[in-house]
């Protein structure tokens, strides 16, 4: 039962991101959101579990789960905040993020040892296909005209979570998940704060709108998704769990055109369910492990990823 759960309910949870993002996106800045959604988040984890942190992590533990954060967190939700800003739909976002599958897929031969069997790479290039119907059928209904490298944006933010992905994957040091989830939330909430201050975006807007997409942004894309991703990452395999990402776009497809009216036709249930398909294949189909006693590469995903049992 938990193997069917807990995959549904990551994609739900982090598709929530890009919907969290939207409704604030007419509100304030990005800054300005992801400021008040990690400031108030990170005082609060301190102030719990601080002792912990302070006494069962090295400095070298510290930094590393800061690096971490700051690319998985921090890089990747500004990215996709700020091209949501400039006018990027969010499907088109989620559908630039369902290309870090591939490149996880491509770089976990030589970084992990875990290589792609065929019919794992027939159900990655079956999501991507998938994901581009979604995404493409909505882009074409909305016709608007952003700026090209307005698109770079998110693609980015990607790369920025594949390489905390790869980072996270090869670091044997455990981390308890409240120790590592106030490391990357008290990171994201110091760069964001100084981001929004610096641009003089630091005081949030008076308005019942704005906090409702603050908290939505806190319990359903951060406990919820970033949590339920690493807790993925561990039970799965880096190329089962990015598998799922290729669910993200139709999900915040359908998602959107339920909670604002936004476009959903039959291209956009074909890519849903070729997306769905997708999942399907790759999950059934065991990845290939090349064996290696003596490179740290072998070894399993283990701090943050172990954190969430």
């Given at each position: 039962m938990t193997?069917v759960?807990?995959?549904?309910?990551?994609?739900?949870?982090?598709?929530s991101?890009?919907?969290?993002?939207?409704l604030?996106a007419g509100?304030?800045?990005?800054?300005t959101?992801?400021?008040w959604?990690?400031?108030?988040?990170?005082?609060?984890?301190?102030?719990?579990?601080?002792?912990?942190?302070r006494r069962?992590?090295?400095?070298?533990d510290?930094?590393?789960?800061?690096?971490?954060?700051a690319?998985?967190?921090?890089?990747?939700?500004?990215?996709?905040y700020?091209?949501?800003?400039l006018?990027?739909?969010?499907?088109?976002?989620?559908l630039?993020d369902?290309?870090?599958?591939?490149?996880?897929?491509a770089l976990?031969?030589?970084?992990?040892?875990?290589?792609v069997?065929?019919r794992?790479?027939l159900?990655?290039?079956l999501?991507?296909a998938g994901?581009?119907?979604?995404?493409?059928?909505?882009?074409?209904?909305?016709?608007?005209d952003?700026a090209?490298w307005?698109y770079?944006?998110?693609?980015l933010?990607?790369l920025s979570?594949v390489?905390?992905?790869?980072?996270?994957?090869?670091d044997r040091?455990?981390?308890?998940?409240r120790?590592a989830?106030?490391?990357?939330?008290?990171?994201?909430?110091?760069?964001?704060?100084v981001f929004?201050?610096?641009?003089?975006?630091a005081?949030?807007p008076?308005?019942s709108?704005?906090?409702?997409?603050?908290?939505w942004?806190?319990?359903?894309?951060?406990?919820?998704?970033?949590g339920?991703?690493?807790?993925t990452?561990?039970r799965?395999?880096?190329t089962?769990?990015?598998?799922?990402?290729?669910?993200?776009?139709p999900?915040?497809?359908?998602?959107g055109?339920?909670?604002?009216?936004e476009?959903f036709g039959?291209?956009?249930?074909v890519?849903?369910?070729i997306?769905?398909?997708?999942?399907?294949?790759?999950?059934?189909?065991?990845?290939?492990?090349?064996?290696?006693?003596?490179?740290?590469?072998?070894?399993?995903?283990?701090?943050?990823?172990?954190?969430?049992?």
């Amino acid at each position: 039962m938990t193997a069917v759960l807990l995959p549904v309910a990551f994609v739900v949870c982090w598709s929530s991101g890009f919907i969290g993002a939207k409704l604030g996106a007419g509100t304030a800045p990005a800054t300005t959101l992801l400021m008040w959604r990690f400031l108030p988040l990170a005082v609060a984890l301190l102030a719990v579990s601080w002792t912990s942190v302070r006494r069962g992590l090295t400095a070298r533990d510290i930094g590393r789960q800061t690096l971490i954060g700051a690319l998985s967190q921090s890089g990747y939700l500004l990215s996709v905040y700020y091209a949501i800003q400039l006018g990027v739909a969010s499907g088109t976002t989620a559908l630039i993020d369902g290309v870090q599958p591939l490149v996880a897929g491509a770089l976990a031969g030589p970084l992990l040892r875990q290589y792609v069997s065929r019919r794992q790479w027939l159900g990655l290039g079956l999501g991507l296909a998938g994901v581009a119907t979604v995404t493409l059928a909505d882009a074409g209904a909305a016709g608007t005209d952003v700026a090209w490298w307005a698109y770079l944006i998110p693609f980015l933010g990607m790369l920025s979570l594949v390489a905390a992905t790869f980072l996270e994957a090869r670091d044997r040091t455990p981390v308890a998940p409240r120790q590592a989830m106030t490391i990357h939330c008290t990171t994201s909430a110091v760069l964001f704060s100084v981001f929004a201050l610096s641009t003089g975006a630091a005081t949030p807007p008076a308005t019942s709108s704005f906090w409702l997409a603050t908290a939505w942004l806190v319990i359903l894309p951060t406990f919820g998704g970033y949590g339920l991703y690493w807790l993925t990452l561990r039970r799965s395999g880096v190329t089962e769990v990015n598998t799922l990402m290729f669910l993200m776009a139709p999900v915040t497809a359908v998602w959107g055109a339920l909670m604002f009216g936004e476009h959903f036709g039959v291209t956009t249930a074909v890519g849903l369910a070729i997306g769905l398909a997708a999942v399907v294949i790759v999950r059934r189909a065991p990845s290939r492990t090349r064996p290696t006693h003596s490179s740290p590469a072998s070894a399993p995903p283990s701090p943050t990823c172990q954190r969430a049992r």
